[in-house]
């Protein structure tokens, strides 16, 4: 499975700092990737996406870069707030399935 | 709101029972995706339907079905529930494969 348990990864930064969120990836067939936000209690809700014939995209806040020599993911968030506090997921679609398959997720805790 | 309607929100039951988790995808949406999520866990995906057909599946018990309406609903019927069957339970829909998936704010069973 993907998951980790109780035992999340957590990125724990300071608020007004950059906050940088990695994720690996196995399959070399995934041709597009999400990240999502998980606040306590709530669904998962979309941040930005990319797909695999791009290696960066930005959003409000947020860029993605996407590396495929390495099959990694990360997710960059700029000057973090409190409210920024959550869990976030990679997911990624492998060509010719259904699925997104998502990362087990990682913690993000903003201190004051 | 992601438009994507779960219900019940919440759901207590005894072991051995039998339930049903409806999911309203969003409109235009042809994709629906359910997924499991244990206590402080990753998302683990269950099953997807395209346009009134299965289209994936993943590691969904023998005693968990669904099926997807020819309005687009769907439901998750789980049954012989047991303890380890608490869980929340996410419903996500896109317009296919390939395109963001728009999560439900999900069920939570609890069977006790």
């Known amino acids: 499975g993907e998951s980790v348990g109780l035992h999340l990864p957590t990125l724990s930064v300071q608020e007004g700092d950059n906050s940088i969120i990695n994720c690996a990836y196995s399959n070399s067939a995934s041709d597009y990737f999400i990240w999502y936000k998980q606040e306590s209690g709530k669904g998962p809700q979309f941040i930005i996406d990319?797909?695999?014939?791009?290696d960066k995209r930005q959003g409000q806040r947020v860029t993605v870069l996407l590396n495929k020599t390495v099959k990694h993911l990360s997710l960059q968030i700029a000057a973090t707030q409190p409210g920024d506090s959550a869990v976030y997921f990679c997911?990624?679609?492998?060509?010719?399935?259904?699925?997104?398959?998502f990362g087990a997720g990682t913690r993000l805790a903003v201190h004051p | 709101d992601s438009g994507v309607t779960q219900t019940p929100k919440h759901l207590i039951t005894a072991t051995g029972q039998r339930v049903t988790l409806r999911c309203s995808p969003r409109?235009?949406?042809?994709?629906v995706y359910w997924y499991q999520q244990s206590l402080d866990q990753g998302l683990q995906f269950l099953i997807q339907?395209?346009?009134?057909?299965?289209?994936a599946k993943g590691n969904i018990l023998e005693r968990f079905s669904a099926q997807q309406f020819p309005d687009l609903h769907s439901e998750l019927n789980l049954s012989s529930l047991e303890l380890g069957d608490s869980a929340l339970y996410f419903c996500?829909?896109?317009?296919?494969?390939?395109?963001?998936?728009?999560f439900g704010q999900g069920t939570r069973l609890t069977v006790v």
């Open positions: 990319i797909r695999s014939n791009m």
């Open positions: 339907y395209y346009n009134g057909e299965e289209r």
């Open positions: 997911a990624e679609n492998i060509r010719g399935y259904n699925k997104l398959i």
């Open positions: 996500a829909s896109s317009p296919g494969q390939g395109f963001e998936a728009f």
């Open positions: 409109s235009g949406d042809l994709s």
